[in-house]
């Protein structure tokens, strides 16, 4: 058993190690975030709160965290019902041709969002609706809807079709079976979509960099500016650090109690 | 099909086709339209102009070589490292399982920025990679990560790892756990094992993951635009700074039909390599 061995203890630190380097940046992020100083040096001279005591203060940054949740809930919300149900037709009906409208659905996933976001912005300004709040949550639906399409398919394909027979059999009308039975069963797909569309919206920068007028600038768009003209501020390695503890936090649960890599 | 069913896909089919999928169409035609002289508007006619100038002009054909071998790295080095990473994934129990499936998503749902600011911090002259060489006499002067092609690469790899991980997990977990023990009692090495038997079996997750590795290297821009520091030019920033910093819409929809065309091209070999393992006997 010697090289399965020494193979294993090997393949055990080779993850560790890559771990590491998966994880490091936010890892550092957050430690920098700590350190009292304007510009970040490591080791850092002092520890303190003071980044997060003008985060909490900074009435442009919150104004911009509220654009992103804004645009979030709202595209999320759409992402969700409309994908909910493209997912419920796809899987119990299986309509002629479901396969290929399942691959429309999923083409915000593989092709690339910087090349339509330029051919959207175009259209946009012809149509004299660029920078608007709608145009921005209808570009963010169109890219989490895939995420909900997938999860509720596997989510539908899971779900016994024999618990809504019955229901229907027990003389239970097609809304109250949708109501009473497919929503609350459906649930965990539902609240994993739900989370999916908002963290992947709030967190888009590619797209809404492009699309988001002087008006509607989300958390993201302002970070991105900043890194390019002036440098990092420390409010933002605060601001970001939380964000990351957030999803973190909204990781774990997903994954423990929702199977998030296996909807995906 | 079924007019409940056409209902019911007909609110999300509406939205993709004409805020994804009519934009594409836009991008195809505006490619062959000229910007007027000295002007934003575009001038009557179509032309295959901008697509000349891709191709004659040295620098495009500069950034596309660079994109295109950057993207082959950062796909390269993604799968050594996730390979036996998957396996250690896919042989975990339990709770050690769902946390480390936990901690691939957080960097997957985190977009490109935040993990992007903390590798400023780390590849910094000042930053913790630097005082630590320093600190162990391995350098005195700080390496040069930010603004040069390896620094690029190790940003891409990181931002992209989760994308080739899941989908070789999956793959693996189908896997009994003991198969290397197997082997070993039955007196085959570890890396044979791998050749015969493992490496077989996953090589449609191998496949899978390296074009969406490939694909999301070569079209994106945050970590090359940030990370490369304005210095190294990539399709992605390209296409970008024409449209949105210098204006040049139908030469930028050009930049991004070639893109899209290259695009083509990889899913098309990946498929294609799918098709032959399918076909070759076991």
């Not at chain 1, 999916?196 to 967190?203: E, Q, T």
């Not at chain 2, 162990?136 to 790899?157: D, E, Y």
């Not at chain 2, 590795?213 to 190294?232: D, E, H, N, Y």
């Amino acid at each position: 058993m010697k090289t399965y061995g020494f193979a294993v203890s090997a393949r055990f630190i080779w993850t560790l190690l890559a771990y590491v380097f998966l994880l490091a940046p936010i890892a550092v992020l957050i430690f920098a975030s700590f350190d009292d100083a304007s510009f970040f040096r490591f080791p850092p001279k002092a520890y303190s709160l003071r980044w997060y005591e003008a985060a909490v203060e900074s009435g442009e940054y919150r104004s911009a965290l509220s654009v992103s949740l804004l645009v979030a809930l709202l595209a999320g919300f759409i992402a969700v019902i409309f994908g909910a149900m493209a997912a419920f037709s796809l899987v119990r009906y299986r309509p002629a041709g479901g396969r290929i409208v399942e691959a429309i659905l999923m083409t915000p996933l593989v092709l690339p969002l910087i090349v339509w976001a330029i051919a959207l912005l175009q259209i946009y300004s012809k149509l004299g609706m660029s920078g608007t709040l709608p145009a921005l949550v209808l570009a963010h639906a169109v890219i989490t809807m895939p995420f909900s399409v997938r999860i509720m398919v596997s989510t539908f394909a899971d779900l016994d079709p024999l618990l809504e027979q019955a229901a229907a059999t027990l003389g239970a009308s097609p809304g109250h079976v949708v109501r009473r039975v497919t929503l609350p069963l459906a649930m965990p797909g539902l609240v994993s979509s739900a989370a999916f569309s908002v963290l992947i919206s709030f967190n888009d920068v590619i797209v809404s960099s492009l699309i988001a007028g002087a008006r509607w600038i989300t958390f993201p768009v302002r970070l991105y500016a900043q890194l390019r003209s002036q440098g990092i501020d420390p409010i933002t390695l605060a601001i970001g650090s939380a964000i990351v503890a957030f999803i973190l936090v909204a990781a774990l649960i997903g994954e423990f109690m929702f199977k998030w890599s296996r909807r995906l | 099909m079924n007019k409940r069913a056409l209902m019911l896909l007909l609110p999300a089919l509406i939205l993709s086709g004409i805020v994804f999928l009519l934009p594409f169409l836009w991008l195809f035609v505006t490619s062959f339209r000229v910007q007027g002289e000295g002007s934003l508007l575009m001038a009557e006619g179509f032309s295959a102009a901008n697509y000349a100038r891709l191709v004659s002009d040295s620098y495009f054909a500069e950034v596309f070589f660079r994109t295109m071998w950057m993207s082959a790295a950062a796909t390269v080095i993604s799968l050594v490292i996730a390979l036996p990473m998957a396996r250690q994934i896919a042989v975990s129990a339990g709770r050690a399982k769902g946390l480390l499936l936990a901690l691939i998503l957080v960097p997957l749902v985190s977009g490109a920025l935040l993990p992007t600011l903390g590798m400023l911090h780390l590849l910094g002259p000042l930053g913790v990679i630097n005082s630590i060489l320093k600190d162990f006499g391995l350098t005195t002067k700080s390496v040069k990560f930010l603004g040069t092609v390896p620094g690029v690469i190790i940003g891409l790899v990181q931002a992209f790892l989760p994308l080739m991980l899941l989908p070789l997990v999956n793959a693996l977990s189908r896997l009994p756990k003991d198969v290397e023990a197997a082997a070993e009692t039955l007196g085959a090495p570890t890396h044979i094992v791998w050749r015969r038997v493992i490496l077989p079996l996953v090589a449609p997750g191998i496949i899978a993951g390296s074009v969406l590795v490939f694909c999301a290297s070569l079209t994106s821009f945050v970590t090359p635009q940030i990370l490369g520091q304005g210095k190294i030019a990539t399709f992605g920033t390209m296409a970008y700074q024409q449209a949105s910093l210098v204006l040049d819409w139908p030469f930028a929809s050009a930049v991004a039909v070639v893109m899209l065309a290259i695009l083509a091209l990889g899913l098309a070999v990946g498929s294609l390599a799918l098709k032959l393992l399918a076909r070759r006997p076991a």
